[in-house]
């Protein structure tokens, strides 16, 4: 039997990281199964106080730095690296917000030197870019990640450049030391944001079966790895109790 975990609704919080439309079935970036999540997620929300659940919508505006559109001759979910642009001439850029040195830059700078060219997803003005319905209305703390046109943002503490986006300072200031995530997707913003509020200090918890992966070959498992190696617990939302 697996250990229960009890929530102290004074000190744990609930991340729901992007339930959004755009990851969900029709969306821009479907996640296969993503839907499925939200029921598990609703069962799970009364074990945490109302302020203390928390949740993340990804926006990105046109022109965006992780879209494949602001490129030429590339295709969606291919891997940018310095490498790869070191060849490049300014017309490979079909974006006005970065020009070629800044993205070589970029890439040599951001988390895991590479930078994935996504299909559209999560553009301003679509109603994929909101929380899904029924996540809406446990009214959650709403925090918008992944508008600087000039860097992607796949966790919720810090953009890829590791620069933090105030909501760790925020949720250690309003007394929580426990970070229990759910969301999509298991291999990128679930996984970045646990293993950034690891670093943060808080205790951290990634709820599995409330998760589902982007279909990338290896990149699921791959993260799983990560995510032991950094302390993260891996758990299920059967194990959570309200204590």
């Avoid at 990338?216 to 990560?226: F, L, V, W, Y």
């Amino acid at each position: 039997m697996s250990e229960i975990v009890r929530i102290d609704p004074q000190t744990d919080a609930l991340l729901i990281t992007d339930a959004t439309p755009t990851f969900m079935p029709g969306g821009g970036l479907a996640v296969p199964g993503g839907d499925e999540i939200v029921p598990g997620i609703l069962a799970i929300a009364p074990n945490f106080q109302p302020n203390r659940i928390y949740a993340t919508e990804d926006e990105h505006p046109h022109g965006h730095i992780s879209l494949f559109s602001s490129y030429s001759g590339v295709e969606p979910y291919a891997d940018l690296t310095s490498e790869m642009a070191a060849d490049w001439g300014e017309n490979r850029i079909a974006s006005s917000d970065f020009d070629l040195a800044y993205l070589r830059w970029y890439l040599s700078n951001c988390i895991g030197r590479k930078q994935t060219a996504w299909p559209h997803h999560g553009l301003p003005h679509w109603r994929e870019t909101r929380l899904h319905p029924e996540i809406a209305r446990l009214d959650p703390v709403r925090r918008v990640k992944g508008t600087d046109p000039r860097c992607d943002s796949y966790s919720a503490l810090r953009d890829n450049l590791g620069r933090r986006t105030g909501l760790g300072p925020e949720l250690r200031g309003a007394g929580v030391y426990r970070l229990f995530l759910c969301g999509l997707a298991f291999n990128f913003c679930i996984g970045y944001s646990a293993k950034d509020a690891k670093h943060e200090g808080f205790e951290t918890f990634v709820i599995e079966d409330l998760t589902r992966s982007v279909p990338i070959p290896g990149s699921a498992e791959a993260m799983r790895r990560e995510l032991e190696d950094s302390d993260v617990s891996i758990i299920s939302s059967d194990q959570l109790v309200r204590g």
